[in-house]
């Protein structure tokens, strides 16, 4: 989960420039190693992914691991969501909501 501080107008590679509002969101992404995790940690990186974008200007707060396909979990959440956000490479509307990670979901929290 992330929290971003204020409304920010971010730049989204192909995506474009996108209004995000103030508050939590959720990113579901795959990370097969610790080393992805460790990457997204940092502030100082290439700028690759979407959500690398996003993380320059959102602060990581918790990271959640839960069981199941990235797909699967996205397809779960029922929140409102930035319209192909880090999906470009599969079929779901988003993979980054807005709000908080519904209790359901069996998880093992890490904060950075």
């Given at each position: 989960m992330m929290e971003l501080s204020q409304d920010k107008k971010i730049t989204v590679g192909k995506l474009g420039t996108i209004l995000f509002k103030k508050g939590t969101y959720i990113y579901?992404?795959?990370a097969?190693?610790?080393k992805r995790l460790q990457r997204h940690l940092r502030k100082?990186?290439?700028?690759f992914w979407h959500i690398d974008y996003?993380?320059?200007e959102a602060q990581i707060k918790e990271i959640c691991i839960v069981d199941g396909e990235e797909c699967e979990v996205a397809d779960k959440i029922d929140l409102?969501?930035?319209k192909r956000f880090g999906c470009s490479d599969c079929k779901c509307p988003s993979?980054?909501?807005?709000?908080?990670l519904p209790d359901f979901f069996d998880k093992r929290t890490?904060?950075?």
């Open positions: 579901v992404g795959s097969p190693s610790e100082e990186k290439k700028i996003f993380l320059q409102p969501f930035i993979h980054l909501f807005y709000g908080e890490y904060y950075p």
